[in-house]
């Protein structure tokens, strides 16, 4: 029924008459933002609740190809990766003084049944501290990095912009141990140069600037990953011919001249913060003794950094950037299938028979074919394969196999040409 | 410092001086089952809290692997991967009658800002049922079924199990939709085949039994998978001639009849439940509307099935039933590295270059390597390769590299064999 391949654990290919999902003309009334709308509608995704979403198959085939993405890049840094739990140690985060309400506002807590207070992980920094102390002893063990894909919840208080900003939604997290700022702006850099390359393979590197933000308490600026949409959140200012932005936040004279910009050099633009990285100094080693032996024995505290991405925001960008009123349009990295290959029936049934025998080949050659074999009309299989967005639609009719030919459409740009099956099957 | 294979998105090998984990001669005092304490003391785990685990390197790796065998037979049997979400909607479970604390006894609930309440998934049949609404209309969407692998929170009143019993915990649950009871006891009967190869390959078949338990209101049984050990909170009647067991809820003489067995040839066992398999018939269709139009038009309701495994209960039940008193015992097809490659290291140097040579070698053939490298002594790289598990033992020194081998020893049969370097890397 489906292809599938046991290294990479999942269907290569997949007839559309066993995709249990459909697509539909309408999202739910609503669904006002432009990425969940086109999700909803082309099955790549269900709405449980405001700001609260599940993955069908398509979906999570995207979803899945940007976190094999990102975790090739962050193991190539070095990240190790563990999981981390939902439920948070009410003791642990009182150490911080981010239990509370008043200091973080978007807690979700529970309660077990003896009524002790649980949180539910918006940020893992604290519980990945206290773990590091079983682990980190002395200059030897640093530096180190850890890092996980994992839930995080946030209660949010408005969730309008489907999975751009949810209250339930996967994150990469990335946290750096090491022994003091030299070494962590060695590790911090590699990072930023990791997520450079992270974000030119899911394909929105053009859009995407490094921007200057606030530091906090321990150094002077953080870097957002920002993404120029009209559906951000955020405002930033572009310098377009040094690539980089700066958050309105931070935007003053003693920025500018960080940077060495100028002012009128500057363009406000909405955009999406789609990674961020931080330096956390020994905030938390020192609210939890963090320590290692130095060279001399002398016990000095972790510096830490933050790294984070999250995978359904990218996935929420791509489809703001470059959905069009057609449907979803998904660039090769991430697209659930390479091929949205589609057979125009005949009745004597000529063309399916080649049509089967050609998904099969092109299924052997290990390329990742979505095979539309049902028998609908093909103004509705067009249709559907604009709304479902993948890269190529290669269809096959009476006319195409008359000339041992296949007809290709590029859905970015649009563009139709005739190549004989042969080449195809090369 | 670490080799890693982009197509499985992990490293395949890792230096021991890499590897963020350390282990540890103690357990914490308040862990009391063999499989947390084995866990944490070789660095697999680290406990959040009772019942709340989090995995580290060595530990995701093995968890992971098991994620994989499942989703491949899962995907082998027609299975479409999705991913559901953790936060549930009262309204939904209200439905079905089983929002009540009063009804289901271990629900994790919060609340958003306004006050809403919601529920953490222990289980979801309830949103995939409504889910399915968008997506089934007629004969021809069935059979289909959905998975995922997803944390589940249940609100255990106890939590001493280690990762046999956890408040949150990774679940794999599959669901099947079928047209009448005929092709969904086919495809229960699939599922049920694809469970003994799970199993089978997990290394826990011989001591898993396909057990029979109330079928609750749908059919007169469903069958659990038990696997014996005496950590097993479950009580089964086992027989051994036939391979199957009867939990103890339903052991009567109308059972013994249905199974053609006698009583005396039962024997008493602890178990745990690593899998189950469930008829629901048409309980949630019913309770949501979810119907098909059969051939002639006509709508009838959709019958359902579910089918559970818990990925990290495996991974606890293999250390109960393998490990020793010196530590953990991976079966091949879970452990987190195929080979312990230990070096012992001589004064001049000789041994760490032949083992850093060998070691890239062994990686460039795809073998999966943990590297003990560290400059310690030998006891202590013994006592630390017997924690941690990995089936085959491969060690270099002064004495086997002047006879051109290696020395290998079976982590569980304890044998020993000199081999020739050139034959290991053919």
Redo the contacts between chains.
């Keep these: 029924?489906?292809a599938?391949d046991?290294?990479?654990?999942?269907?290569i290919s997949m007839r559309q008459?066993?995709?249990?999902?459909?697509t539909?003309h309408e999202a739910p009334k609503d669904e006002v933002s432009k990425n969940a709308r086109l999700l909803i509608r082309a099955?790549y995704i269900?709405k449980?609740?405001a700001g609260?979403?599940?993955?069908?198959?398509l979906g999570?085939r995207v979803?899945n190809k940007i976190v094999?993405i990102i975790?090739?890049e962050i193991?190539?840094i070095?990240g190790?990766?563990?999981?981390?739990?939902?439920?948070?140690?009410k003791k642990i985060w009182e150490t911080t003084g981010r239990w509370s309400d008043e200091v973080v506002d978007n807690w979700?807590?529970?309660?077990?049944?003896n009524g002790t207070e649980?949180g539910?992980g918006f940020t893992h920094e604290e519980?990945l501290t206290v773990?590091?102390k079983?682990?980190?002893?002395s200059f030897?063990?640093l530096p180190?990095s850890?890092y996980q894909f994992q839930?995080k919840?946030r209660?949010e208080?408005r969730a309008k912009s489907g999975i751009l900003r949810g209250?339930?939604f996967l994150m990469k997290d990335l946290y750096s141990f090491s022994r003091d700022d030299k070494e962590h702006l060695e590790f911090y850099d590699k990072a930023k140069q990791a997520y450079r390359r992270i974000f030119d393979r899911l394909g929105i590197g053009g859009e995407t600037y490094v921007t200057f933000a606030s530091g906090g308490s321990f150094s002077k600026y953080s870097h957002e990953f920002q993404t120029v949409t009209d559906a951000g959140g955020d405002i930033i200012f572009v310098h377009e011919a040094k690539k980089i932005a700066v958050n309105k936040e931070v935007l003053n004279d003693e920025v500018l001249k960080d940077l060495g910009i100028q002012r009128s050099d500057l363009v406000k633009k909405k955009a999406v913060e789609v990674g961020n990285i931080f330096s956390l100094g020994a905030r938390f080693s020192d609210a939890f003794g963090l320590t290692y032996a130095d060279e001399k024995g002398a016990m000095k505290p972790v510096v830490m950094g933050s790294y984070g991405i999250g995978p359904g925001r990218v996935m929420g960008t791509i489809a703001e950037i470059y959905g069009d009123e057609k449907g979803l349009i998904w660039p090769d990295t991430v697209a659930p299938f390479a091929i949205h290959f589609i057979g125009l029936f005949d009745p004597i049934g000529n063309v399916k028979k080649s049509a089967d025998g050609l998904y099969e080949q092109l299924t052997e050659r290990g390329i990742e074919v979505l095979y539309d074999d049902r028998e609908i009309s093909a103004g509705e299989k067009f249709s559907d394969a604009d709304l479902i967005g993948i890269p190529k639609r290669v269809v096959l009719s009476e006319k195409t196999l008359a000339e041992d030919c296949l007809e290709i459409k590029d859905r970015l740009t649009g563009k139709v040409e005739m190549r004989k099956i042969s080449e195809i099957l090369i």
Tied chains: 1, 2.
């Design positions: 029924m489906m599938y046991l290294d990479l654990g999942y269907h008459t066993s995709l249990f999902t459909r539909r099955g269900h449980e609740m609260v979403y599940s993955y069908l198959p999570l979803l094999e975790r090739e193991n190539a070095g190790q990766e563990i999981q981390l739990t939902a439920f948070q140690d979700f807590k529970t309660k077990l049944k649980l539910l519980p773990l590091m079983d682990h980190i002893r030897r063990d180190t850890a839930t919840f209660n208080a209250r339930e």
